[in-house]
């Protein structure tokens, strides 16, 4: 459990049975020895997955090679633009 989560849990001890109280004391001190003596749960869910192909990192970089194309694509749409609104307001 991490400060954070042990100062927030003091909190709202304190704001229940009190500050400075036995009871409160012997609460938080419970609450950090369940925390402390907690052993991580997990399970298997299924053992029998097929086997699947390593991660093909190709679809990444096509993804990325054409949104760049994307990209200049709509810089020199803008590029038109500006030039196009720059004639016209010098004419």
Not at 70 to 81: D, P, T
Request: aromatic share 10%; charged share 30%; glycine share 6%.
């Amino acid at each position: 459990m991490s400060r954070d989560d042990y100062q927030a849990i003091a909190k709202i001890v304190e704001e229940i049975v009190g500050k400075d109280t036995i009871q409160g004391e012997k609460l938080l001190e419970g609450i950090k020895f369940y925390f402390k003596n907690k052993k991580p749960s997990f399970g298997v869910i299924a053992n029998n997955f097929p086997a699947k192909s390593p991660i093909q990192y190709t679809g990444v970089s096509n993804y990325s090679k054409e949104s760049r194309n994307a990209m200049n694509r709509y810089i020199e749409i803008l590029k038109k633009e500006k030039e196009r609104a720059l004639n016209e307001k010098s004419n």
